[in-house]
């Protein structure tokens, strides 16, 4: 057992300075599913431990000046919120990402790893289904905790809300978000024949089966879209015309039973199961007060932004702006771009999604160009790129930030794709130095 546990921590470790490290951020991944806060203390060890052994690589890089440049634009912004107490804690959801994300790259550098980080998030996201599905069909109510919140498990029969699978998470939509990102993980490792036997494939077939299923069940239009969006995707870089025609077919079918004519619509309801469609065009919640709806909250948002552009008006200052005009206490606008821009301003925003854009950029030429990723480095590279598109798309409709497990999770995959793309480039340049030489 000594040895193989060896082998498991040791078989992909890049640099062996970065061996502690490289154990604490798996040892973490592998927890989260368990216990949210034991994993992100664990995986920001691993940050920490890599920024004090490769201070001089993480400081030199351009993209890590633009989020040091992006942290201080936010620090001004709190210290002239209105409600500064309220904005220093929204910092907590931002700046100490940025400190992972940066050390991560530094240590998370070759496809071996992100195959072994998307095994590790595959198998922590079993539990969470099986609660899910109990929570659901067997009424399970669980209210575990141990050492505060070392061990905080919040399960409410029926789920949250009410009908729709949540699990240990906090909503629905939240739960539906981390599992597109898993079941993108798991197709990668199959279509890139990543697993080496049977059991393996057996396994990851399993696995996107259960994930798609409870994704299914719960009635999160915004994971749906993402999971086929991301069956697209795939279809279309592995060529298979087939399989793009069957996706639309059915997205197609989705789309006409519920926003087609009465005729046209009530042809295609008869195979369209009712909770898909009814959920699609809200007709399962028709009296929806207009102040609950996300178009409400983006022009509110948006008005907010325009009043004050330059700092807004402070981070997790929305929830309280909305309810003294709605009198409803809402904790976002359903938009993560928007609510920054009207708690941070314009040149925070803008800072931010351009460093995004330029690492989407940079992983694409990676893909497009790279020499020296074979062809199944590249597809769970690939599916690291898709994580991150689904990321940017589920929070167009919705804000991830205040999820401590899926913030964690997406910090650490951008990371991933970060310093592959890094890694890459330096092998380049010293191919290109030892030709010319």
């Known amino acids: 057992m000594g040895?193989?546990?060896?082998?498991?921590?040791?078989?992909?470790?890049?640099?062996?300075?970065?061996?502690?490290?490289?154990?604490?951020?798996?040892?973490?991944?592998?927890?989260?599913?368990?216990?949210?806060?034991?994993?992100?203390?664990?995986?920001?060890?691993?940050?920490?431990?890599?920024?004090?052994?490769?201070?001089?690589?993480?400081?030199?890089?351009?993209?890590?000046?633009?989020?040091?440049?992006?942290?201080?634009?936010?620090?001004?912004?709190?210290?002239?919120?209105?409600?500064?107490?309220?904005?220093?804690?929204?910092?907590?959801?931002?700046?100490?990402?940025?400190?992972?994300?940066?050390?991560?790259?530094?240590?998370?550098?070759?496809?071996?790893?992100?195959?072994?980080?998307?095994?590790?998030?595959i198998c922590g996201s079993l539990p969470i289904a099986l609660i899910g599905w109990g929570q659901l069909f067997w009424g399970w109510n669980l209210q575990l905790q141990f050492l505060w919140i070392v061990l905080d498990w919040q399960v409410t029969a029926g789920g949250l809300p009410p009908g729709r699978i949540s699990s240990t998470f906090m909503h629905a939509n939240t739960l539906a978000a981390y599992l597109v990102t898993v079941v993108i993980f798991s197709l990668g490792l199959l279509l890139g024949n990543e697993a080496g036997n049977w059991k393996k494939k057996l396994f990851l077939v399993l696995a996107v089966v259960v994930n798609l299923v409870v994704l299914v069940l719960t009635n999160s239009r915004n994971g749906w879209a993402i999971a086929i969006i991301a069956g697209l995707a795939f279809a279309f870089y592995q060529g298979w015309r087939l399989i793009v025609g069957i996706i639309l077919s059915i997205a197609s079918s989705m789309l006409l039973a519920a926003f087609a004519p009465t005729p046209i619509a009530q042809l295609f309801r008869r195979f369209v199961p009712y909770f898909i469609w009814a959920r699609l065009n809200d007709d399962m919640y028709p009296d929806r007060p207009v102040n609950l709806m996300r178009k409400t909250q983006w022009q509110f948002a948006w008005s907010l932004g325009e009043q004050h552009p330059w700092a807004g008006w402070g981070l997790r200052s929305f929830t309280e702006l909305y309810k003294q005009k709605t009198q409803i206490n809402l904790g976002h606008p359903h938009n993560l771009f928007l609510m920054l821009f009207a708690e941070t301003g314009f040149p925070c925003t803008l800072i931010f999604i351009g460093l995004l854009t330029g690492i989407f950029i940079s992983a694409s030429q990676t893909l497009l160009y790279s020499k020296s990723l074979t062809a199944a480095d590249k597809i769970i590279f690939f599916s690291y790129l898709l994580a991150f598109i689904g990321w940017f798309l589920s929070n167009t409709v919705d804000v991830t930030i205040f999820d401590l497990r899926l913030c964690t999770l997406f910090w650490v995959f951008l990371a991933s794709l970060c310093g592959v793309v890094y890694q890459n480039k330096n092998d380049s340049i010293a191919k290109i130095y030892v030709y010319n030489r």
Request: some cysteine.
């Open 3 to 121: 040895a193989s546990l060896n082998r498991f921590l040791y078989s992909n470790s890049h640099d062996p300075s970065l061996q502690l490290a490289w154990n604490c951020l798996q040892f973490g991944l592998f927890v989260f599913a368990v216990s949210p806060f034991l994993g992100a203390v664990t995986i920001i060890l691993a940050s920490l431990i890599t920024w004090f052994k490769k201070y001089r690589v993480i400081s030199c890089n351009y993209l890590h000046w633009g989020f040091a440049l992006l942290s201080i634009l936010l620090v001004i912004s709190t210290a002239i919120a209105a409600n500064r107490p309220a904005a220093i804690l929204g910092l907590f959801n931002l700046l100490p990402y940025f400190v992972v994300f940066t050390g991560l790259t530094a240590l998370i550098q070759t496809p071996k790893q992100l195959r072994r980080i998307a095994w590790i998030t």
